[in-house]
């Protein structure tokens, strides 16, 4: 089921997103959250193990789940993010991430 999900996300590719004036392409990832510290939130890319900090997060995604405590570590979620840009420039792979949306999956212990 994991992989079911992982190859819809890749299949969906990025979703336009219109903030402000400002477009800016969104990131779709299957990652499991590792943690957070003053940098950010740690997530792990499902399919390629690689961790991925995001320095910011939509004040209204912690309202949905607040990363702060341990409740939802080693979860797996579907992360909506963009990368944060200054106006005019084109946006840097390595640039600041920001989460814009989270989903939960939920994950059957047989997986």
Do not use: C, H, W
Not at 6 to 22: C, R
Not at 70 to 81: D, M, Q, S
């Amino acid at each position: 089921m994991k992989n079911i999900i992982i190859a819809l996300a890749l299949l969906m590719g990025t979703v336009g997103t219109t903030k402000a004036q400002d477009v800016q392409k969104a990131v779709i990832v299957i990652a499991t959250y590792s943690g957070n510290s003053t940098d950010g939130y740690y997530f792990t890319n499902d399919l390629d193990q690689r961790g991925i900090l995001f320095a910011q997060i939509e004040p209204e995604v912690l309202n949905k789940y607040d990363l702060n405590n341990n409740t939802f570590l080693n979860k797996t979620f579907r992360v909506t993010y963009i990368i944060d840009t200054e106006a005019g420039k084109a946006p840097d792979p390595k640039g600041p991430k920001k989460i814009i949306d989270l989903t939960l999956i939920n994950q059957s212990d047989d997986e």
